[in-house]
Nanobody
Framework: QVQLMQSGGGSVQAGGSLRLSCEVSGTRVNINAMGWYRQVPGKLRDLVASMIYDGTTEYSYAAKGRWTISRDNDKNTLYLQMNNLRPEDTGRYYC?????????WGQGTQVTVSV
């Protein structure tokens, strides 16, 4: 059974940094496509960063240059290092794993950035 357990997040002032973690069980992080999504109330989840099995990454326009998606194969964990945070980055962040035709989501973690 595939499960994703998130940690990290919290509240920070603008310009600060946070790291989100997504520990995977039931499969390996390095053989699947994974991503981080942000959701704000009343809106759909938007992709902010993704990584596929070969390590290729993609970022949203807002995330590019500020954030880094990475993984630790030994810990079977996906990360999102968020630097230079802005108030508009506030939202609930979810990690997602896509395996064949199935999608699995973490429980989400809140990120709040104040001015």
């Amino acid at each position: 059974q595939v499960q994703l357990m998130q940690s990290g997040g919290g509240s920070v002032q603008a310009g600060g940094s946070l790291r989100l973690s997504c520990e995977v069980s039931g499969t390996r992080v390095n053989i699947n496509a994974m991503g981080w999504y942000r959701q704000v109330p009343g809106k759909l989840r938007d992709l902010v960063a993704s990584m596929i099995y070969d390590g290729t990454t993609e970022y949203s326009y807002a995330a590019k240059g500020r954030w880094t998606i990475s993984r630790d194969n030994d810990k079977n964990t996906l990360y999102l290092q968020m630097n230079n945070l802005r108030p508009e980055d506030t939202g609930r962040y979810y990690c997602k794993l896509r395996r064949f035709d199935n999608e699995y989501w973490g429980q989400g973690t809140q990120v709040t950035v104040s001015v």
